[in-house]
Structures are given as structure tokens and as C-alpha cells.
């Protein structure tokens, strides 16, 4: 974990308090009361703990009052609760569990379980806001967005404004390269979607600061892959002892595919196999191969080493947890096993697994259109560019830019820009069919398309309907010089990659042929063969 999280301690022992304020001092800014009242007055405040370690037994308010408390005031509804308690009854455990809290600490205090607990739910929580934040737009808390300058913003506004227009007019400069053109459509397309933040930011996830939530590129960009296939999570449960293994996969039946090893060598061939466990449960105590052994292995294997790992252990000394901490250990449940506990660390494991796949999803997608973004196509064209070589297979490669779109921004307004380049974006991701090929927005009004193991015939019929897909759209264009609707033209190219030729000379080539296109009347396809 990295910078200094908000922690709110709750406790009315103030031993507890100190050890606690210890053990996350050197890392956490941390604030320490002692009932229930006090609590929930932080928790109100601005800005709130970004988590609150709650003891269950204090002197004013339950445990139980204080998290339904928690849970009702807007500014903590969301804000981690861990329950710390001395009660080793898994029953207080269970019903903290139902009122809202992600987990629970026992004590005496183990200082390495404490901070993995703490460091585990601050970054779910960091996570899950920048998933937020990345598909529906920064939102500040109502209470902090009344007091920002509106000047400042119509000043802001100002400004990108004027970079928006410098850098349209150098796009037109007849003296323009390609590559400086794509930069200037890079720059351009930064600045609509600061500026479509700044006109139209609203509560709902909509508008010009994400990709419609409607849309199919949209759906493909946020899915989890094995929600979106229609795949349960899977869950690898590896203990020696049967009855373990039966009860574990009983817990678990209803919500996921449960895969069962009674030993770490049967583990490893299950993880090395055809598609990975989301989530390990890993006894640590087996004959032959223990849990120690098996997770040196995982996280030594490229594959594996990012899977969560649970330990399963009938031992409770700190020794033991440090260890298997500092080898990369997710979690402990301690035996006797209890099945709400254990479906509530589970859950929380995956719903990290879920967020940090979203990320990286949201980290190759356009936030505009939902296509894959520049970063991400450079990466699937360098990725088929290697691939063809070695094969000595065709790649086909399409530029595509909407025609006049300047002019269309100028005088509908960059609003209905922004859903005009979500149409075309849709009509594009609508024409391919093949898993491989890939679309992403290049910049500005720019599109690009890669296709692999694909003749130019094929490849330039694709091209021919996406054009006649956008035409079809309908969307008027009173400033077109090419016809009275929105239009685009695409140059492509088709090539057999060769020792010495670059990905990059491909994709001037393709830019050669779209400045073909353009010049030659817009609204139209160029092939270079």
C-alpha cells in the first residue's frame, strides 16, 4: 500500500487503542475514540475514515447500533468496517457480518494479520472507487461541490477551448505528417473529454465522460470476462483431509465451481491447467508437499503467482501468519471453519479479483466511445505483427476518420460530437465479427482497425461497410462538402510482414491511402494493395 489512508480506531480500551494506533501508525493517518457517539460523529465529518476498525462491545452503543448507524449516514454507507473483537464466538461474527462489515480481527492482536487485513480492504476500496470514477466520471461529494469557484471552471473551460482550437487549426496545416496529425487528434481528444466534463457532468453515469451505457462497446469494455461468458467464479480448495473438502465445497456449491486437490501436487496441476482457479484455499498443514511449499511454487509460476491464496490453518501463532505473509499470502481462516466467515473472506477476495480485472480493461478503453484506446491498439499490432512474421500470414490494417468533423463540432457543438464519434465507434465494433481483429480510437476523430490473417479482398469489403454503416446512420451534416450526412473515409493496406519492415511503416502506408481518400472526394475507401 502506498500513501496515507484514513483510519478511524473505535474502541472503548485504551490498550487497544495504542496497540492498534502502533501497529498502523508508521503507515495509516489514524484517529482513535472510545464509544460509539464519538464514532459516528467522524464518520459524518469531512472528509470521512477511509476505514474503521469497531470494537463490538463499547459502553454507550452495540457494536450492532453503531454499524447500522454507519451504514444510514451517506458520507460512511460505503467506508470499510472491520469488527475487532476479543469475543471468539462466530455467531457476533456472523450477524456483524449481515449488518455490513467486510471482515473481523480477533484479539490478542497479531501486528502482521492486523495490517494485511487493513491493507487488503483499503485497496478493495481504492479499487472500486477508481472503477467509479473511470467509468462514470469524477462525481465530488454534494456537501464540497457547492463550494467550488464557478469562475475558476468557466476559466478552465477557457483555456482547453483555446488548445482545442490551436490544435484543429494545425491539423488542417496542408504541412501536417501523419504522425503529427495523429498526436494533434491525441491532443484534441483530451481536450473534448475535458471539456464535455466540464458542460455536462451529471450525477448519472451517461454523457461525455464515458462511454454510453447502452452501447455494445460500452458492455464489452466493463464486463467481467468470466461473467460475460457465462462462467461461475472457480474456486481450487486443496486440503488433505476429505471431510474438509466436502464441507468447503458444500459452502460453496450454490455460487461457484468448485475444484477439490487433496494434496499440493495435485493443486499445481489443477492451476497449471486449461483455465485457473480465481481463488485458492490452501491448507497448511500437508504430508509430502505443505502449504508453505505450494504457494513458494505459485508464486514462483508466471501464471499463477496473482492468484489470491487463502491459508487454512489449525494453528494461530503470529510466526506462522508472518510467514506465510511475507511469502504472499492473501488471507487466513482459522479451523474450525465457519461457513459465513468463509464465504465472506472468499467474496471479498473475488470482488478484488473482479475490480483489478476491470481496471485493467479500463486501462486499454476509450472513455469517449468504448473502443480499445491508442495504448492498447499499439499493443494487439506489435502482438499480430510478431505473430504474422513468424507465420508468414497477411495483416490488414484501416484508417478511419469522419470527414469534416471539425466543422461538425464547430456548429452542432462538441455534445453532439462526442455521441456522433459513438455512433461511428458502435458502427465499426458492429462489422467485426472475428475475435482477433480489434477497433480503437486513435485520436480525435481518428479510428483504426487491425485485422489479422486477412486478405485485402476481405479486409476492404469490411472496410466498404463500415463506411456505408456510418452513411446509414443519418446523421445530419449541413457543413459536409462531401454530402448533406455524416461521413467517413478509410485508406488501408494489406501486408505480409517481412524481416526489416515494421508494424509502424504498415500503418503509414494505411495513412497514405486514407489521405488518398480524402483528397480524392471523402467518403470513400482507398486500398493500397
Not at 480506531?9 to 489514524?30: N, Q, S, Y
Not at 451517461?206 to 464489452?220: H, K, R
Not at 469522419?402 to 463540432?409: A, C, I, L
Not at 457543438?413 to 458502435?426: E, K, N
Request: net charge neutral; aromatic share 4%.
Amino acid at each position: 500500500m502506498t500513501g496515507r489512508h484514513r483510519v478511524l480506531i473505535v474502541d472503548d480500551d485504551p490498550v487497544a487503542r495504542r496497540a492498534l494506533a502502533t501497529i498502523l501508525d508508521p503507515d495509516h493517518e489514524v484517529r482513535s475514540v472510545g464509544c460509539g457517539q464519538e464514532a459516528l460523529a467522524h464518520a459524518a465529518g469531512a472528509p470521512p475514515p477511509d476505514l474503521i476498525l469497531l470494537d463490538l462491545m463499547l459502553p454507550d452503543l452495540s457494536g450492532d447500533q453503531v454499524l447500522r448507524r454507519l451504514r444510514a449516514i451517506p458520507a460512511s454507507a460505503e467506508v470499510p468496517v472491520i469488527v475487532v473483537t476479543a469475543l471468539d464466538r462466530p455467531g457476533e461474527h456472523e450477524r456483524a457480518l449481515e449488518l455490513g462489515a467486510v471482515d473481523y480481527i480477533t484479539k490478542p492482536l497479531h501486528p502482521s494479520l492486523v495490517r494485511a487485513r487493513v491493507d487488503k480492504h483499503l485497496l478493495l476500496a481504492a479499487t472500486r472507487q477508481e472503477v467509479s470514477v473511470r467509468t462514470c466520471g469524477h462525481r465530488l461529494p454534494a456537501p464540497w461541490r457547492d463550494d467550488i469557484d464557478a469562475r475558476l471552471a468557466t476559466d478552465l473551460r477557457a483555456q482547453i477551448a483555446a488548445v482545442h482550437r490551436d490544435a484543429e487549426r494545425l491539423l488542417d496545416h496542408p504541412g501536417a505528417t501523419g504522425p503529427q496529425r495523429r498526436l494533434l487528434g491525441h491532443l484534441i481528444a483530451g481536450a473534448d473529454d475535458m471539456l464535455g466534463r466540464i458542460d455536462q457532468a451529471r450525477p448519472a453515469c451517461a454523457g461525455s465522460a464515458g462511454a454510453d451505457a447502452t452501447s455494445p462497446t460500452a458492455a464489452a469494455a466493463t464486463a467481467d470476462p468470466a461473467e460475460a461468458a457465462g462462467e461461475r467464479a472457480r474456486i481450487l480448495v486443496v486440503d488433505d483431509e476429505r471431510l474438509v473438502r466436502r464441507f468447503l465445497a458444500d459452502t460453496f456449491a450454490d455460487a461457484y465451481e468448485v475444484l477439490l486437490a487433496k494434496d499440493g501436487r495435485q493443486a499445481l496441476d489443477l492451476v497449471r491447467g486449461e483455465r485457473s482457479p480465481d481463488v485458492i484455499l490452501l491448507d497448511v498443514l500437508m504430508p509430502e508437499m505443505d502449504g508453505y511449499q505450494v504457494l513458494e511454487q505459485l508464486k514462483a509460476d508466471e501464471r499463477a503467482r496473482s492468484i489470491p491464496v487463502i491459508f487454512i490453518t489449525g494453528a494461530n501463532r503470529e510466526g506462522d501468519e508472518a510467514r506465510g505473509l511475507a511469502l504472499g499470502v492473501s488471507d487466513y481462516i482459522p479451523k474450525p471453519l465457519h461457513p459465513a466467515i468463509v464465504r465472506a473472506r472468499v467474496r471479498n477476495l473475488l470482488n478484488m479479483v473482479r475490480q483489478q480485472r476491470r481496471l485493467a480493461e479500463l486501462a486499454a478503453v476509450d472513455p469517449l466511445t468504448g473502443l480499445a484506446n491508442r495504448r492498447r491498439f499499439d499493443e494487439v499490432l506489435d502482438r499480430t505483427w510478431r505473430q504474422a512474421s513468424r507465420g508468414g500470414r497477411q495483416v490488414s490494417l484501416a484508417v478511419i476518420d469522419v470527414d469534416f468533423f471539425k466543422r461538425y463540432n464547430d456548429h452542432y457543438g462538441h455534445g453532439s460530437g462526442d455521441r456522433a464519434l459513438r455512433a461511428v465507434a458502435d458502427a465499426i465494433a458492429g462489422t467485426l465479427r472475428r475475435s482477433g481483429d480489434l477497433a480503437a480510437r486513435y485520436g480525435g476523430e481518428e479510428f483504426v482497425v487491425v485485422m489479422p490473417d486477412t486478405d485485402a479482398a476481405v479486409a476492404s469489403a469490411l472496410a466498404e461497410t463500415i463506411r456505408l454503416k456510418v452513411a446509414a446512420l443519418g446523421l445530419e451534416h449541413a457543413r459536409s462538402a462531401a454530402t448533406d450526412h455524416l461521413t467517413v473515409s478509410v485508406g488501408g493496406t494489406t501486408i505480409t510482414p517481412a524481416a526489416g519492415l515494421a508494424a509502424a511503416a504498415a500503418l503509414e502506408r494505411a495513412d497514405r491511402a486514407l489521405y488518398q481518400a480524402k483528397h480524392g472526394g471523402r467518403n470513400r475507401v482507398v486500398w493500397a494493395r
